[in-house]
């Protein structure tokens, strides 16, 4: 029997290698509403029907509100109900807006958009969003891009393959033009960031590995005004010190990277704001290896990098007026023969030394190097690191917040306004003294786990902060338990989120380097 090598596998799958945001469902906006295919309305009251949809005649109007009154309709957000084969339209679909659908917010109409998105998908016809009255239709839009994204591209006879072409999603109503004009100039980026970052999470690990991912990052920002992209390979790592990242990635075939995109938009500042992400291709423990069940999900161990770089993404193609850096530290855990051992000793970028007793802590470990790094090249404003770092943030948590940790109360404050914008929500857990002592080693700097029972995240927090500057200011995020959903969730569909491209998007359009730098309070 021949077997084929890792590359060999991956080579099969090139000619799929087009993103299937390539053939996201195409955003339309129109000051016609539509007469046929379907129409989606969404109401906060039955007076509603006419304002959104007025072309609607008086009897399609009446046997609308006749089936809403029937099915005693209660207008809130998540109901509908579809009409079909009524008016002319294949199907008329209302959407509840409650309380008040001329006032939602830029989060509930994204929400919005995306059960727009959700109610249509089967539909072979183009649909349309009857907008009229809503505040900022382009947000509507951006839920619809997010609720119709699917990863299909090894599924065969499927939509992402050249002869299938999604069908249209109109935004249709008054105000079309300035709704156009504001998608342009950030609402048609930060979908794209976000389904760059999805489309990473997706992908099998046989065809998505450090190379790789860096390969994506250099075709996707090609091009992109005031972006550079930087790949250092072993060599350029071990040069730099990197111990810790090779360290992870040297039992593995598939040699680790770090990338390194920086974009300064149009009037930014000189010191730019770093993130940082964990970009584990597929995580199985090495030699402190994992239990089987559900391993298959540490091929999405490399959302937090996925997410660093959709933001940039977002920024640079949006033309934004700030300066960011994305640091991804890539590598595969793997249990080889030349693989890490617990007990081993390993020296960072910044000359610090880790005692490595678990090399599944693997993820605390290159984003050492690449926290330090970004400290030491770039003098940031801030750090913010994003990583699948610890099941026991989920275990804390659950799947409705990510964990955020911080030394500076100033630049938490700016984390958690952005989440509560975007709907990616955050905890700030403590980043209490005492985990200094509990990560004590008798031989190193520092130790990657605590011995003792302990606050697992928190400790991993740590860990990574004390590769920081004490005076930069500084945050981790821990987005283990949000990454990835088995069911679909208000903003995306099941499996990977891309969480965290919304909120660094926002984080960085509105990022104050002054207040960032207020000191948390104390016991924190």
Known sequence: MRFLTAAAVAALFATAALPPTAQA?????????????????????????????????ATTRAAVSRGLAAAKFDYKAGSSLTFRSLGGYDEIVVLGAAPAAGQLSALELRKLGVAAARTTAQASSPAALASTGLPAPDEAALGVAL????????????????????????????????????????????????????????EPPNVLYPEVFAERTRAAFKGVSGTTVEVLDVAAMEKLGMGAILSVGQGSVRPPRMVIVTYKGPGAPDRPLAITGKGITFDTGGISIKPGANMWKMKGDMAGAAAAMGAVLSLAKSNAPVHVVAVAALAENMPGGSAARPGDVVRAHNG????????????????????????????????????????????????????????????????????????????RLP???????????????????????????????????????????????????????????????KGGQGFGVMLLDELARNFDSTRAAEPARAGD
């Open 25 to 57: 469902r195409p955003i339309r906006f129109s000051a016609e509403i539509p007469t046929s295919g379907v129409l989606v309305v969404p109401a906060a009251g039955e007076t509603d029907l006419a304002l959104r949809a007025p072309g609607l005649d």
């Open 147 to 202: 609720g119709a994204y699917a990863f299909d591209l090894y599924k065969s006879g499927s939509r992402s393959e050249a002869s299938a072409q999604p069908t249209p999603f109109v935004i249709a109503g008054s105000g079309a033009t300035a709704a156009q004009a504001a998608w342009s100039r950030r609402g048609g980026a930060l979908a794209e960031g976000v389904g760059f970052a999805r489309d990473l999470i997706a």
């Open 352 to 427: 610090r030394t880790i005692e490595r007793l678990n090399t599944d802590a693997e993820g605390r470990i290159v984003l050492a190097d690449a926290t330090a790094y970004a400290q030491s090249r770039f003098k940031p404003a801030a750090i913010v690191n994003v990583a699948t770092l610890t099941g026991a943030v989920g275990s804390a948590l659950g799947d409705e917040y990510a964990g955020l940790f911080s030394r500076h109360d100033g630049l938490a404050a700016q984390v958690e306004a952005a989440a509560n914008a975007t709907g990616e929500s955050v905890w």
């Open 431 to 493: 980043m209490h003294p005492s985990y200094a002592k509990d990560v004590d080693s008798p031989v190193a700097d520092i130790r990657d786990i605590s011995l003792a029972p302990s606050a697992g995240a928190g400790i991993g927090a740590h860990v990574i902060g004390y590769f920081a500057d004490p005076t930069t200011p500084w945050a981790h995020l821990d987005i283990a338990g949000v990454s990835w959903a088995d069911s679909d969730r208000p903003l995306g569909p």
